[in-house]
């Protein structure tokens, strides 16, 4: 069974920065694409970022574009997601997730295509 461990998360200020890190056992990390999700209080979970299963192609929301980073170390099993000039709308509790398939060639930012996700982890950013 995959399991998957969010940290990184914190109460910060407007403009500040933090990264958040996802690691993941049970089974081969490499073979799969990862994303992070994220849900804030009374909303739909919503798709942030993915990168594939060898790194070489990522996806961001528009919200999040040119701020935040999507990045995986396959030698640690473990995926980043690093966040930039955070603005109080990024208030949410933030889900890292595993593809449910292998080698999936093309980047998929549904949450029905994610099998394995953590516990979550809360940012909140103040203004």
């Known amino acids: 069974q995959v399991q998957l461990v969010e940290s990184g998360g914190g109460l910060v200020q407007a403009g500040d920065s933090l990264r958040l890190s996802c690691a993941c056992s049970g089974r081969t990390f490499s073979n799969y694409a990862m994303a992070w999700f994220r849900q804030a209080p009374g909303k739909e979970r919503e798709f942030i970022a993915a990168i594939t299963w060898r790194g070489g192609s990522t996806a961001y929301a528009d919200s999040v574009k040119g701020r935040f980073t999507i990045s995986r170390d396959s030698a640690k099993n473990a995926v980043y997601l690093q966040m930039n000039s955070l603005k109080p709308e990024d208030t949410a509790v933030y889900y890292c997730?595993?593809?449910?398939?292998?080698?999936?060639?093309?980047?998929?930012?549904?949450?029905?295509?994610?099998?394995?996700w953590g516990q979550g982890t809360q940012v909140t950013v103040s203004s």
């Open positions: 997730a595993a593809d449910r398939a292998s080698f999936r060639i093309r980047i998929s930012t549904s949450p029905e295509n994610f099998g394995s």
